[in-house]
């Protein structure tokens, strides 16, 4: 019972952190131009979007988890 209520606020917390982001964002390096000795790389930034469904679908399920488990004890 202790990992299921452990398992449910751990799903409520990403529920609430993914409405806040909408996304996850990260920098990747790439080369542009490699002539001999000569590179040239950029930075790009990518984003991952995280759709507020994602969200709701974690706090939901969290917060039945809960309520199942209280209900058992």
Aim: no cysteine; charged share 10%.
């Amino acid at each position: 019972m202790r990992t299921t209520m452990l398992f449910a606020i751990a799903l409520i917390a990403i529920g609430i952190v993914a409405f806040g982001y909408q996304g996850i964002t990260y920098t990747t390096k790439e080369n542009i131009v490699n002539l001999g000795p000569l590179n040239v790389t950029a930075d790009k930034t990518r984003t991952i979007p995280l759709p507020p469904i994602v969200g709701g679908v974690a706090l939901v399920g969290g917060i039945v988890l809960l309520v199942m488990g209280r209900k058992k004890a």
